[in-house]
Every structure is written in structure tokens, then in C-alpha cells.
């Protein structure tokens, strides 16, 4: 199971990136997908989830109303769209899968990071 996350970059604050989780070899909606990041001297925290199936969506309070995850099953890419960023959100955002779970509690595969930097 490989992931790529993409889409990072460096946006001004309160601009709007999208990273994309793309997998290949086996199809992404039997698994759940979620989001973290970790920024330097921080833990990884989470940031979204997506139960497999793509049945429920779970956001962290800091992105709330912010961040929207969403799945492609044509493209077989889930989809991390963030608006309204702020510095704090700097950091690499990492993608990761779990097979036919409800949450993220406990991810299986990792993808590569992709850096998010957020200029005031």
C-alpha cells in the first residue's frame, strides 16, 4: 500500500491550498483515510478523518468550518481542501490509511509528507 500526498505550498494567511492523497494499487474507500501534521517541536496531531466508505468525517477544532475532506473515487484520491489558513497551520500534512475502519485511531500505511507554509 503506497500513498502520496501533494499539493502543499506556501500561501499567504487566510489563502487556500488543496493536498491530494492519491493511492495506487487498491482501492482507497475500503479504507480509513486521515490527515495529520506535525510542526516543528510539536506532536503530530490529527487533523481530519474520513471513516471508510467515506460514511463520516471528523475534523479537529482548530480546522473546523476550515477544512474539508472529501474522497474521488473515480481518481481513487481523497482530498484535504483548506481555506482561510493561518500561520498555525504551518507544518508537513501527511496522509494515512487504515483498512475498513470507522476512525483513525490507528493507521496501517503512511504517505510522504507535503510541506504547508502559511505567511502573516
Known amino acids: 500500500v503506497q500513498l502520496q500526498a501533494s499539493g502543499g505550498g506556501l500561501v499567504q494567511a487566510g489563502g487556500s491550498l488543496r493536498l491530494s492523497c492519491a493511492a495506487s494499487?487498491?482501492?482507497?474507500?475500503?479504507?480509513?483515510i486521515g490527515w495529520f501534521r506535525q510542526s516543528p517541536g510539536k506532536e503530530r496531531e490529527g487533523v481530519s478523518c474520513?471513516?471508510?466508505?467515506?460514511?463520516?468525517?471528523y475534523y479537529a477544532d482548530s480546522v473546523k468550518g476550515r477544512f474539508t475532506i472529501s474522497r474521488d473515487k473515480d481518481t481513487n484520491t481523497v482530498y484535504l481542501q483548506m481555506n482561510s489558513l493561518k500561520p498555525e497551520d504551518t507544518a508537513v500534512y501527511y496522509c494515512a490509511a487504515a483498512r475498513l475502519q470507522a476512525f483513525c485511531d490507528a493507521m496501517d500505511h503512511w504517505g510522504k509528507g507535503t510541506q504547508v507554509t502559511v505567511s502573516s
Open positions: 494499487g487498491y482501492t482507497l474507500d475500503n479504507y480509513a
Open positions: 474520513s471513516s471508510s466508505g467515506g460514511i463520516n468525517t
